[in-house]
């Protein structure tokens, strides 16, 4: 179709055109004046948020680098729990009016709650800022001051609803921390006691000095039993030789033992010299002369007294090897006795580390959980949040729809175009010819002439 056509088609059917251009604008008009007017009421909200960043510097970028934190609040002032939040505020289900009106609506079926949630929703519209960190709640009714009264309580209860949001969840935190306080305290004082007592039980104090003291006494053991040892070994070299100059013959006078005695030297002495006495007396005096007797049993006396001390000195060789034996298997007892006590004492200490790993884990998991019971409890006390109302709806002094001028603009255009495609639909049904091109495609021939109507 050329355009020449398309006018041809537009100056024929100018009146259908004109027609449904009247109705569409009428119509509009109509609607438009029958409307009741709405009212919309705006509340400006500021969202005060920082997102952490990994780098310090940039931990003051505002809140346009997180949508996802703008979308979730958007989610959250449009959610149900806001709006149910709204009709309590206001106490919008125990209005007479509206409860008629969910009677006739639902026939009395569900929660009129949920229903007035539901109704609300509808009407609100949030508008968040690119650039800022503002966001605008709209509210639209056909009464201004009910209009302003929602915004208002719509952005009250989202404050609320921020609010509670963050402070629960602490609340609760708070709460679990604080039953698993009481199990991590018992645990605490469990592992202390149990440590106090195996220190008590082992005798072992903070310091070393128990250690040190039977170390110390350990090697004075060490040393006796070397001293022992070197003693049994020397008596013993002294009997052996002993009884191998007795098994000898020799006499007992000839151990060096009895040779380095002074008192028996004395003795041998006394008795050469009684020996010597007897002799002359022999040869002055009979043998039964009073002196002569006295000194027989001088010199007997002397002999046995002799005889006696070398005996004496041989059996206390043989004593004093027993007594070295027994002295050496005393401190042996002794010593390994301590190596054992010593062992055990450090064995004993090895599990003090353990004891005081479990006191210093119990110690610290009650003092993480403290901690954070504390950070909790304060958190579940904040009574402020991170949304402010920068302003607060207000009643609208002129009404925000219908908008007259834009809907019958919009008739205008819609009107005209519906008219143009009235005109092109009636003409497809009845196709007519209106210009010499209309013949020349209909029957595929040549247009001779054109007469045109007034011209002879």
């Known amino acids: 179709m ?51 960043v990994t780098d310090a510097a ?19 002032l449009q959610s149900r729990k806001v709006a149910l939040k709204v009709i309590d505020t206001l106490k919008l289900a125990d209005a007479p009016a509206v409860r008629d009106q969910f009677l006739e609506a639902t026939e009395g079926k ?18 968040p800022s690119r ?42 935190s708070a709460e679990w921390f604080d039953k698993q306080q009481a199990g991590l305290r018992t645990r605490v004082e469990e592992a202390q006691r149990k440590l106090s007592a195996y220190q008590q039980s082992k005798s072992i104090t903070a310091t070393d000095e128990r250690l040190d ?16 040892q070197a003693q049994t070994y020397d008596t013993e070299s002294r009997q052996r030789q002993m009884e191998e100059m007795l098994a000898k013959g020799s006499s007992m006078e000839t151990l060096p033992e009895v040779l380095a005695n002074g008192f028996i030297q004395s003795l041998k002495g006394e008795l050469l010299r009684q020996e ?10 009979g043998v039964n002369h009073p002196q002569y007797q006295r000194a027989v049993a001088e010199v007997k006396n002397l002999r046995e007294k002799l005889t006696r001390e070398m005996t004496s000195i041989t059996s206390g060789i043989r004593n004093n090897t027993k007594l070295a034996h027994s002295r ?92 143009l495609g009235m005109a092109l639909l009636f003409e497809m049904l009845d196709r007519r010819v209106r210009t010499d091109q209309d013949l020349t495609e209909a029957l595929g021939l040549p247009v001779l002439g054109v007469l045109e109507k007034g011209k002879a």
């Not at 605008?136 to 509670?164: C, G, H, I, K, W």
């Open 328 to 419: 050496e298997e005393s401190i042996r007892a002794s010593l390994a006795a301590q190596k054992a006590k010593v062992l055990q004492f450090k064995q004993s200490r090895d599990e003090i580390p353990t004891l005081m790993r479990e006191v210093e884990s119990a110690q610290r998991a009650y003092d993480a959980a403290l901690e954070r019971f504390n950070q909790s409890t304060l958190q579940s006390r904040v009574n402020q949040t991170n949304v402010v109302l920068l302003n607060p709806a207000v009643e609208a002094t002129k009404p925000s729809s219908p908008k007259v001028l834009l809907n019958l603009a919009l008739s205008i255009f819609l009107g005209t175009m519906l008219g």
């Open 213 to 228: 003291v039977e170390t110390a006494r350990l090697a004075e053991l060490t040393s006796q039993m070397v001293l022992a």
């Open 110 to 127: 569900g929660s009129i709650r949920d229903w007035l949630a539901d109704a609300l929703l509808k009407k609100l519209e949030v508008e």
């Open 276 to 285: 010597a006495k007897l002799a002359d007396l022999s040869e002055q005096l």
């Open 58 to 76: 940039l931990s003051s970028l505002p809140l346009q680098l997180s949508p996802s934190y703008m979308a979730t609040q958007l989610d959250i």
């Open 131 to 172: 650039e800022s960190r503002l966001m605008t709640v709209n509210y639209e009714s056909t009464d201004p001051r009910f209009a302003a009264a929602l915004a208002n309580a719509f952005a009250q209860a989202y404050m609320d609803t921020t609010l509670e949001l963050s402070v629960e969840p602490a609340r609760k």
């Open 2 to 52: 050329s355009f020449q056509q398309f006018l041809q088609i537009l100056r024929a059917r100018y009146r259908l055109i004109l027609v449904t251009l009247l109705i569409t604008v009428g119509t509009t008009a109509a609607v438009t004046y029958y409307l009741p007017n709405q009212y919309t009421a705006s509340a400006v909200l500021v969202v005060d948020f920082k997102e952490p």
